[in-house]
């Protein structure tokens, strides 16, 4: 399985939402119909924030793992859709 660092999932994160922001804009300006627009941009704009709030989530596990590192000095994972992300006890 493919795992990557707390960082590259954070970055990942960020560029999958600007992605969806500029598709979101681009499906509005490509769609004839207003209804064809209102539901595409609403789709894309709940993928984005889907993968927001995934990136907070992660951002919340890692916080706790380096609040627990000082006292147990043990690495662990959290997840991102999924995937596992190693984070160090040193981070």
């Known amino acids: 399985m493919l795992a990557i660092t707390l960082d590259q999932a954070k970055t990942l994160a ?28 609403a789709i894309i ?9 995934q990136r907070g989530s992660l951002q919340d596990c890692a916080d706790k793992v380096k609040a627990s590192a000082a006292v147990t000095g043990v690495d662990t994972t ?14």
């Open 78 to 91: 959290c997840t991102f859709f999924g995937q596992d992300i190693h984070i160090s006890a040193s981070r």
């Open 45 to 53: 704009v709940a993928l984005a924030a889907v993968v927001w709030f």
């Open 14 to 41: 960020i560029v999958i939402v600007v992605g969806l922001l500029v598709l979101a804009v681009a499906w509005a300006w490509l769609m004839k119909t207003i209804v064809q627009k209102l539901i595409g941009v």
